[in-house]
């Protein structure tokens, strides 16, 4: 093994170290309550879109999980979140999602069909957690202890691994949309309210899976 070899092996071994602190740092609200059994994060995805529904996922990690590079959703790239929604789906001791749709969420308004996602998420698990960690929320409704935790999906690796379950589950479902209802670009933008899809409204008007009481100032 030549000096470059040996250069390139040594580096990668301090990337893995230091991937492995910040993954402990993370863990630091397991350990804390790590006293209860089945530890549940939970986090959504698609609270602001004009378009589609609100996802949240619940995700039980085995207390030796190690899913390297786990992190808030927002801060991974599209690739990076479907590598890490597969090991997560490998290696989680339970997963629940929850999804309320546009009509719903224009019926009860977003924060409460939020938390309806939530709660579908926590019975979708299949197991019974013992605490939830959310993130930054206590979802009324729910007979378990809850912590909410601001930033959570950056601080909790079980909230992260809900982000991610809750982001991929809602894109993955606005690229079916794309299909089903061409010209409004559900693929790229994820229903959100770039200038494009706003344009498109314009042009087009609403489609079944637009939240009206999101877009009355476009149509």
Do not use: W
């Not at 990337?15 to 402990?24: D, F, G, H, Q």
């Not at 789906?89 to 749709?101: D, F, L, N, T, Y």
């Amino acid at each position: 093994m030549n000096k470059r070899e040996e250069e390139k092996i040594r580096r990668q071994q301090e990337k893995l170290s230091k991937e492995r602190e910040r993954l402990k740092a993370m863990r630091a609200y397991e350990e804390e309550y790590g006293m209860y059994g089945n530890i549940c994060g939970i986090d959504e995805a698609g609270r602001g879109p004009f378009a589609g529904p609100v996802v949240a996922g619940a995700v039980i990690l085995p207390k030796d999980a190690e899913i390297l590079y786990l992190n808030d959703s927002k801060k991974l790239s599209e690739k990076k979140r479907e590598q890490l929604y597969e090991e997560i789906m490998e290696k989680a001791a339970a997963v629940g999602v929850g999804i309320v749709g546009p009509e719903r969420i224009d019926e009860i308004n977003i924060l409460q069909a939020t938390y309806e996602a939530m709660r579908t998420a926590v019975s979708n698990l299949g197991i019974e957690p013992e605490i939830l960690l959310n993130d930054a929320v206590t979802i009324p409704g729910i007979d378990i202890r809850q912590v909410p935790i601001v930033k959570g999906d950056a601080k909790s690796v079980s909230v992260a691994a809900a982000s991610i379950v809750a982001k991929v589950t809602r894109d993955r479902i606005m690229v079916r949309y794309e299909e089903e209802f061409p010209g409004y670009g559900f693929a790229s933008h994820k229903g959100y309210g770039t200038a494009a899809h706003r344009e498109s409204i314009k042009k087009m008007g609403a489609c079944p899976i637009h939240r009206r009481t999101f877009i009355k100032n476009y149509i």
